[in-house]
T-cell receptor
Framework: DADVTQTPRNRITKTGKRIMLECSQTKGHDRMYWYRQDPGLGLRLIYYSFDVKDINKGEISDGYSVSRQAQAKFSLSLESAIPNQTALYFC??????????????FGEGSRLTVL | QKEVEQNSGPLSVPEGAIASLNCTYSDRGSQSFFWYRQYSGKSPELIMFIYSNGDKEDGRFTAQLNKASQYVSLLIRDSQPSDSATYLCAGPYSSASKIIFGSGTRLSIRP
């Protein structure tokens, strides 16, 4: 089983619908992140969390919200999806005490299409 | 200005040559940097990290960090077709907080 699991892997929805992307990890890391990837734009940070009580906005948080339900779970919500939120979304975890001091471990991605 | 800037390419390099990828950053307090490789349709994977000024070598890969000039680079020697991918540089702020990525450079190794 993957250490960082994202669900769903693919989702097609309509404008205005509420969508939740879920991320769970078995790595025991405190830090979790949500990124979106668009062609030619690299990875852009949406939200990040250092522990259950610590949640921070990233570069592009407008239109998104998150919930850290437990150390191992970090969910991303789109309250009212719009077409320009069509993208590939990645969840990642990190542990500053690790070998590389902050290496990100990624899930396999969730491809979201908003029609 | 984006906090981490990369030339998006694409960069085409003949097989066996050296590929040079560059990245600049805006936060002088940034401590460490990472280079990730991403194959099409896959998740990024870490290939190098560097936190000290100078060079760090790992096999065919060399990362270079110049804090005075605020740039970080990745050299790939003896480029192979399997090196064809998008390369992303990333850095935290000085407090080792959020990790910001550059826009990525698409590298193509031609036979």
């Amino acid at each position: 089983d993957a250490d960082v699991t994202q669900t769903p892997r693919n989702r097609i929805t309509k404008t205005g619908k509420r969508i939740m992307l879920e991320c769970s990890q078995t790595k025991g890391h405190d830090r979790m992140y949500w990124y979106r990837q668009d062609p030619g734009l690299g990875l852009r940070l949406i939200y990040y969390s250092f522990d259950v009580k610590d949640i921070n906005k990233g570069e592009i948080s407008d239109g998104y919200s998150v919930s850290r339900q437990a150390q191992a779970k970090f969910s991303l919500s789109l309250e009212s999806a719009i077409p320009n939120q069509t993208a590939l979304y990645f969840c990642a975890t990190s542990d500053l005490s690790g070998r590389s001091g902050g290496e990100l471990f990624f899930g396999e991605g969730s491809r979201l299409t908003v029609l | 200005q984006k906090e981490v800037e990369q030339n998006s390419g694409p960069l085409s390099v003949p097989e066996g040559a050296i590929a040079s990828l560059n990245c600049t950053y805006s936060d002088r307090g940034s401590q460490s940097f990472f280079w990730y490789r991403q194959y099409s349709g896959k998740s990024p994977e870490l290939i190098m990290f560097i936190y000290s000024n100078g060079d760090k070598e790992d096999g065919r890969f060399t990362a270079q960090l110049n804090k005075a000039s605020q740039y970080v680079s990745l050299l790939i020697r003896d480029s192979q077709p399997s090196d064809s991918a998008t390369y992303l540089c990333a850095g935290p702020y000085s407090s080792a907080s959020k990790i910001i990525f550059g826009s990525g450079t698409r590298l193509s190794i031609r036979p």
